[in-house]
């Protein structure tokens, strides 16, 4: 298919702005798909910070990057995502190259826990605190779940408020097709002197 499919093009994005020793944040490790595409991404030098409320999304995410040979290059945190930034050292705000988010639920699991927008857009606008001018903001989006429909819509609304001065952003979907599927929301972050409001 020479169109991407919405997950293959956010991890275009997101290595695309990745250099060898660059810093990256994986804000929803989950099953570890993203945490391992950042990981190759950054090469030996670089660092990913890996988040997810779930115990077992922290320990799936675990297992595949020791099975990848790529643990050394990942710090794990399990916490809300909307608590980033606390966790990457203040040495790396507003120097990361790129954050990915995959929002929903935890694919596999048993656990009611779904990301909300309560959480979501305060943890957008720490992303964007973090990243570099030039970096990468990616965000897939699924409306298939309770509380998705809202999700996707407060995400939406949020990109389109974005001041282009802080950062550009696109809207990737497909819309001829009969589910509901992903959508992605991608950001490239402005000027060197561009600020988010908290």
Do not use: C
Request: proline share 6%; no cysteine.
């Amino acid at each position: 298919m020479a169109v991407d499919p919405v997950l293959e093009f956010a991890h275009t994005l997101a290595t695309e702005a990745l250099s060898p020793g660059d810093a990256a944040v994986d804000a929803t490790v989950g099953n570890g798909h993203d945490t391992v595409v950042l990981a190759r991404a950054v090469g030996e030098e670089g660092q990913v910070f890996g988040v997810d409320v779930q115990a077992d999304a922290i320990d799936t995410t675990r297992r595949r990057l020791a099975a990848a040979g790529l643990a050394s290059r990942v710090r794990l945190i399990r916490a809300g995502h909307e608590t980033m930034t606390a966790h990457v050292p203040d040495r790396r705000h507003g120097r990361v190259g790129a954050v990915m988010f995959n929002l929903g639920y935890l694919p596999g699991s048993d656990s009611p826990l779904t990301t909300t927008p309560q959480t979501t857009i305060p943890a957008l606008d720490a992303a964007m605190r973090l990243l570099r001018p030039d970096g990468v903001l990616t965000v897939v989006l699924y409306s298939g779940h309770e509380g998705g429909p809202e999700e996707v819509e407060a995400v939406e609304a949020w990109a389109e408020a974005l001041p282009r001065t802080l950062g550009e952003a696109l809207s990737y979907r497909f819309v001829n097709q009969r589910n509901d599927p992903p959508r992605l929301i991608a950001v490239e972050k402005q000027g060197a002197n561009a600020e988010v409001s908290s």
